[in-house]
């Protein structure tokens, strides 16, 4: 028996609510119907009382003693919202509360389910599908809806599926205990971190200030989800994450080469360290001395494009559907050159984030925004270095499940 709160939106389609409900409490769980003020014009609450057992409430002000806002949340082992309006998805997605359900999912911990139903042109909107994307972001499963016959006679993408195809999407989040697509369980997961040193004798070389702090969070974050990761480390002090199997790497060549040898069955790569795109020609066997006269120029040459390499390598060799991510530390934000980065590297995802403003390298917050091959552009707001990874892989788990 498990604690279900079925959430209801404000749309037609919350006749069919009624039976995911029937077949929830069939199947032994409790379940308590969160329905929005206005989805009672929809069904009304003697319906869902009757059918769940369970009293009815839309807003925070009644059982005020019970904190319901917080208490239903925290208890609940998978919230299911179906119908799902735009405007729902909207408040979810800006973590706004203006009732009891979405009071609840700011406090809820267990598995979400959105289920949207609308129609076509409001599902198709630029800003539904950013807010999709960023419930998705954030390991909330938003359900496609199914195409059909939609409320009047126009029909396309929109329609909510029906009550057994929600019953079996909530049963598996239900048994997985974790949300489905966001889940990295039993997928292989290779990230770069830290910053690459380029010798120029025994004790010197060309550096960046770059800690690999965002590389360890994105492995924390992955073997969180389930993941079985790698992690290429280059010249990084970090106690190694718990369960994470680590390469060190000095130079970008050694990275280049350990990152190849790794990416062959990797099912997301994430490319965080900070690489050195030149090298000196020469490195002296000997230290460089001050009294041995002027110092000739240092001659440089190009390092290999990692990331690039491995986006181009992928059609021939990386497993079905690999997912690429990069990184772009930018001290500008010009959108046009962030989007001209992503179609260079030819990866799935760029992670754009600011350097500067306290921002960046050796900074604990970090803030980005994650532009995709897709056209989608996915802010996220600053945070800790964990929770951006969290968001990102959970981009990268939407993209692979
Ligand atoms: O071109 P830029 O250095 O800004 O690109 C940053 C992204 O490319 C990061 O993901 C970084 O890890 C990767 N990169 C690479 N090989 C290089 C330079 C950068 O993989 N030689």
Redesign the pocket.
């Known amino acids: 028996m498990a604690r279900v709160i079925l959430g209801v939106g404000a749309g037609i389609a919350a006749y069919k609510a009624c039976e995911l409900l029937r077949r929830l409490r069939e199947a032994g769980h409790r379940v308590r119907v969160i329905p929005t003020p206005d989805a009672l014009r929809f069904v009304g609450a003697p319906t869902w009382e009757a059918l769940s057992g369970e009293p009815v409430a839309t807003g925070v002000w009644t059982d005020v003693d019970e904190v319901p806002h917080v208490r239903l949340g925290q208890g609940a082992d998978l919230i299911i919202v179906a119908p799902a309006t735009a405007d729902l998805l909207a408040r979810a997605a800006a973590g706004m509360a203006p009732d009891l359900l979405t009071n609840t999912l700011l406090t809820a911990r267990c598995p979400v389910v959105f289920a949207p139903a609308m129609h076509t042109e409001m599902w198709e909107h630029p800003a539904t599908r950013a807010n999709v994307e960023t419930l998705r972001s954030r390991g909330v499963t938003v359900v496609d809806p199914a195409v059909g016959r939609l409320t009047g006679k126009d029909s396309g993408a929109g329609r909510l599926p029906e009550p057994a195809t929600l019953y079996e999407i909530a049963d598996q989040a239900l048994s997985s205990g974790t949300d489905l697509r966001s889940s990295l369980a039993s997928r292989r997961v290779l990230i770069?971190a830290g910053g690459t040193r380029e010798e120029l004798d025994p004790v010197r070389f060309l550096g960046n200030w770059s800690t690999g702090r965002q590389g360890y969070a994105f492995a924390r974050a992955a073997a969180a989800r389930g993941a079985e990761v790698t992690l290429v480390a280059a010249n990084v002090e970090l106690p190694d994450p718990p369960g994470v199997k680590v390469v060190p790497v000095v130079s970008?060549r050694e990275m280049h080469a350990a990152m190849l040898a790794e990416a062959v069955s990797a099912d997301v790569i994430v490319?965080?360290?900070?690489?050195?795109?030149y090298r000196p020609v020469t490195r002296s066997e000997e230290k460089i001395k001050k009294d041995a006269g002027p110092l000739d120029p240092i001659e440089l040459t190009e390092?290999?494009?990692?990331?690039?390499g491995l986006s181009a390598r992928r059609a021939s060799d990386g497993p079905d559907g690999q997912v690429i991510v990069?990184?772009?530390?930018e001290t500008d934000t010009d959108p046009g050159a962030a989007k001209a980065?992503l179609a260079r590297?030819g990866c799935d995802f760029l992670v754009v984030n600011e350097v500067g403003n306290g921002l960046g390298f050796g900074a604990v917050d970090n803030e980005a925004v994650v532009l995709g091959s897709d056209g989608s552009r996915v802010p996220i707001p600053r945070g800790s270095k964990d929770e951006l990874a969290d968001a990102v892989l959970g981009l990268a788990a939407a993209r692979i499940n």
């Not at 490319?271 to 795109?277: E, L, R, Y």
């Not at 390092?303 to 690039?308: E, F, H, S, Y």
């Not at 990069?326 to 530390?329: I, M, T, V």
Request: net charge neutral; charged share 20%; hydrophobic share 55%.
């Open positions: 770069s970008a490319m965080t360290a900070a690489v050195a795109d390092n290999p494009d990692i990331l690039a990069g990184f772009a530390a980065k590297k």
